[in-house]
């Protein structure tokens, strides 16, 4: 299978940023991880903090599936959605916390309704979680 994994705004600050909320590893050590793991598969990788260029990123994807974790876009991005809705591949909303148990604006997503499920709340491993899925 073909995935694609796209992260949004501050997520290239993984392994920086509020280690105890997402971790002490980088984004790029998560996605060799994450293509170790799926060694017979492809993985293609995407990150943007900028909000149209995961647009054309969804827009222009060639995959069996999406993996996502649009951040903070996640919340408010109706460009983000539209774009989801627009094409034909199915896409999985990931999410390293649990947005449940943080504060309320996190609770919302505008995503959720136009992909195919939502993993959240299991670290780095959202990833692998959300890509296995597309195999059941
Ligand atoms: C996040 C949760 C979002 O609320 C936050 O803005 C992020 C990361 C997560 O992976 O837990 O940047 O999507």
Do not use: W
């Not at 598969?41 to 069996?64: L, M, R």
């Not at 390293?96 to 995503?111: G, K, W, Y």
Request: charged share 20%; glycine share 8%.
């Amino acid at each position: 299978m073909k995935f694609l994994f796209i992260n949004g705004v501050n997520l290239n600050m993984t392994g920086v940023r509020e280690k105890g909320v997402y971790g002490s590893e980088t984004l790029d050590e998560i996605n060799a991880q994450i293509k170790a793991h799926f060694k017979g598969d492809e993985c293609e990788f995407f990150q943007s903090n900028i909000e149209g260029e995961i647009c054309t990123a969804i827009q222009s994807a060639k995959a069996d599936g999406i993996i996502l974790n649009a951040g903070a876009f996640t919340h408010y991005s109706i460009a983000i959605r539209d774009a989801i809705a627009s094409i034909k591949i199915p896409v999985v909303e990931v999410h390293m916390s649990n947005v449940h148990a943080r504060e309320e604006f996190r609770h919302t997503s505008v995503l959720s309704e136009v992909c195919k499920g939502v993993v959240l709340g299991f670290g780095k491993n959202s990833y692998i979680l959300a890509a296995e899925s597309f195999k059941l």
